[in-house]
């Protein structure tokens, strides 16, 4: 059983920065792609950004250019630098794992990032 763990998660003021990180259980080069979700109350949760194991990366529109996922093998974690916060980014962010294309995602527990003044 695959456990994914996040941290990393606060209360910052717009315009700042935080790094999310999700540590894996497993080695995360065996999945075929990592995920940062997030969602706010009454809302579906929304893909954030990924990651195959080859490197490739996508992001929301939402978040182009101010948030950056990346990985580290060798520490099976997976980060997400986030840039340039805005209040609209304020939900709890979940890491996700998935083992090949379509299959069902691994969740984490979850960590809340709060962005207000």
């Known amino acids: 059983q695959v456990q994914l763990v996040e941290s990393g998660g606060g209360l910052v003021q717009p315009g700042g920065s935080l790094r999310l990180s999700c540590a894996s259980s497993?080695?995360?080069?065996?999945?075929?792609?990592m995920a940062w979700f997030r969602q706010t109350p009454g809302k579906q949760r929304e893909l954030v950004a990924t990651?195959?194991?080859?490197?490739?990366?996508n992001y929301a529109d939402s978040v182009k250019g101010r948030f950056t996922i990346s990985d580290d093998n060798a520490q099976n974690t997976v980060y997400l630098q986030m840039n340039t916060l805005k209040p609209e980014d304020t939900a709890v962010y979940y890491c996700?794992?998935?083992?090949?294309?379509?299959?069902?995602?691994?969740w984490g527990q979850g960590t809340q990032v709060t962005v207000s003044s």
């Open positions: 497993g080695s995360i080069f065996a999945f075929y792609a």
């Open positions: 996700a794992a998935r083992a090949f294309p379509g299959s069902n995602y691994y």
């Open positions: 990651i195959t194991s080859g490197g490739t990366t």
